[in-house]
């Protein structure tokens, strides 16, 4: 595959560098809130001709150099058995939790593939329908990211009902973990049979654990994932997690996400040269004026330069960032040079 994304990912040589941005298929684009209005969160997801559309639309509508297939972290609870919804103006709530050995045991791991019938289905479409040189990047959520949603029941700016209970019940904390690495590896896996060219973990809420607590209950079963598929490029997001580049750099992926808190001098005195990074403009650049957001994208850029790198924002975009600045942001990197 003839693509930036791709090259730069294998340590090859381009001419500049890639772009894509985190949460680019969604909530920021008019087309996909008409869409949003007619359909549920998981019809979107679950139907392919849904998922194919939503996920091709910034291709289109913005320029990115990759796709990323249109779907959530939180389909391991829901086919482990969890009913979750996404409940407007709440974010996601899960109709119980696992927070007892009894509800560790009601977990069901076993045969997952059959209860997510439509994913090969929407992968193979969207490869269908996207041109030939775009890769479509596959995605999971660390184990520690959908403990914390497990545990806790919903969303939360600091999950310190997960963080306890992994404190105060250790040994059956790690077995949820373990629970929750083996479906993701099993559901990871059936994203690369059906097709996704590259994949990225999302450790939202890594950022959360201090640096002993992160390499007892994240850093470990992040390892499993990517130690599982070595064949296929990989990149690693933990949010918040600049106090914990030294032991991201020692998981086998190619690529590492920054948030907009880490420097681009400060990663390149923590990640080894044979990772790619990946960031890590404020979102909220966005918003600002064109000529700002033209100057400190090539800034940002320039910062990185020396250094194997795909441009993206720090976080995932916010819902409220126009589609043409969007586009500036894409086109301002698709534009620089080395």
Known sequence: MNNNFIKVLKGEDVDRPPVWMMRQAGRYLPDYMKLKAKYSFFE????????????????HQVGVDAAILFSDILVIPKVLGINVELVPGKGPLLESTVTSEAEY??????????????????????KHELPADIPLIGFVGS???????????????????????AFNHPELALKILDKITEATITYLGHQIESGIDVFQVFDSWGGLLDRQNYLAYSLPFIHKICNAFPGIPSIVFAKGGWHLLEDLNKIDCQGLGLDWTISADYAKSKISSDKAMQGNLD?????????????????MIESFEGHRYIANLGHGILPNIPVEKAKLFVDTVKAYRY
């Open 44 to 59: 979107r997801i679950e139907t392919p001709e849904l998922a194919t559309e939503i996920t091709i639309m910034p291709v």
């Open 105 to 126: 045991q009601k977990l069901n791991g076993e045969d997952i593939i059959s209860r997510m019938p439509t994913v090969e289905a929407c992968i193979k479409m969207i």
């Open 143 to 165: 184990p520690w990211t959908v403990f914390c949603y497990m545990v806790q029941g919903k969303g939360s700016k600091d999950f310190s009902e997960a963080k306890s209970f």
């Open 283 to 299: 979102p909220s650049m966005l918003l600002s004026s064109d000529e700002t957001l033209v100057k400190r994208t090539n800034e």
